[in-house]
């Protein structure tokens, strides 16, 4: 029997110097990827909503993903 489990999470990421950001989809790659707590875990952006400038060189975004997990084959847990 295959046991799935699916939630929806969210990611607040606030760049402090956005003039310095070479490429915004590199960071936000990342922020999916250590949104992953086993191996298999599958995680896919939903939403990349902009909230623009806080200050004047700081930029607010929130990221909006959904993980699928496979509960018979989870993988390897992840250790940071």
């Known amino acids: 029997m295959i046991i799935k489990a699916s939630y929806q999470g969210v990611v607040e990421l606030n760049i402090v110097n956005w003039d310095a950001i ?3 989809g590199e960071k936000i790659t990342e922020v999916r990827d250590s949104q992953k707590i086993y191996t298999n875990d599958i995680i896919e952006i ?3 909503v902009d909230f ?3 200050t004047e060189r700081s930029h607010r975004i929130l990221i909006i993903f959904n993980c699928n997990r ?3 084959n989870l ?3 992840i250790v940071l």
Do not use: A, C, W
Request: charged share 40%; proline share 0%.
């Open 75 to 77: 993988g390897e847990k």
């Open 22 to 24: 070479d490429n915004l």
């Open 46 to 48: 939903q939403q990349v």
């Open 52 to 54: 623009g400038r806080v």
């Open 70 to 72: 496979d509960l018979d």
